[in-house]
């Protein structure tokens, strides 16, 4: 038996490894295909599927990050535009600021995560409460998007330079084509960071030139909203 077992671990050892490169970006699986169990070794490797014992803990992570970034806005405001903490009209419209922007990067994020207009958010705010606090707004809407896209720092960036950007540029302007103005910088600033951050990760250029055409369309696209909804609020 020991002669076997000698035979059985010299052959094993003989044996090379099988190894599957899977490059930035590549799609494993994609949504309603039936999963193999090569494709499941493959997510369990890259820690994207750890099972059921995993729910737990991603909701209680997915709630204390909430927590967390919701509570640094509030203690922004507290410490640096009291006014606007102390009324409760100018929170409540924040609030629903960020709940419009968050379901339209949902819905933006069943055909593209560029072409999602978050940036509309911050506009608005930019307009209706105070350019500093669209800043900060930016940030957080670009973290909340970052769980939708699953922490990709590609969109993070492009989410929050183009805000940034847009927010800028209301700033400096108050003609009544400010908004337009915004939208056509953050298209422009979309399209740079995609670009950049595309050729840092080695994507296909035929992908970046795609992903930049959607990064200009959702820049102009948050302009258009922007437009369309500042009369309701």
Partial sequence: VRETDKRRQTALKSIDPVRITVKSGQVVVRRGDVVSTEQMQMMAELGLHRGQTAGAERFLGLAVYVLLVMGSLLIYLHEFTPKI??????????????????????????????????????????????????????????????????????????????????????????????????????????????????MMQQINYRDMMVDSALGAVGGLAAAILAIGILPFL
């Fill in 85 to 198: 903490y102390a009324d409760d009209r100018r929170l409540v419209l924040l609030g629903m600021v960020v709940l419009v922007t968050i379901i339209i990067g949902r819905i933006g994020h069943f055909y593209s995560d560029f072409v999602a207009p978050i940036a509309v958010g911050p506009l608005l705010t930019a307009i209706l409460v105070s350019p500093r606090v669209a800043l900060m707004l930016g940030m957080m809407t670009a973290l909340f998007f970052g769980l939708i896209t699953d922490q990709d720092m590609r969109i993070i960036s492009f989410v929050l330079l183009g805000s940034s950007i847009g927010i800028y540029s209301l700033s400096t302007s108050r003609h009544s084509y400010s908004l337009v103005r915004a939208g056509l910088w953050i298209a422009g600033v979309n399209v740079i960071t995609i670009l950049c951050t595309g």
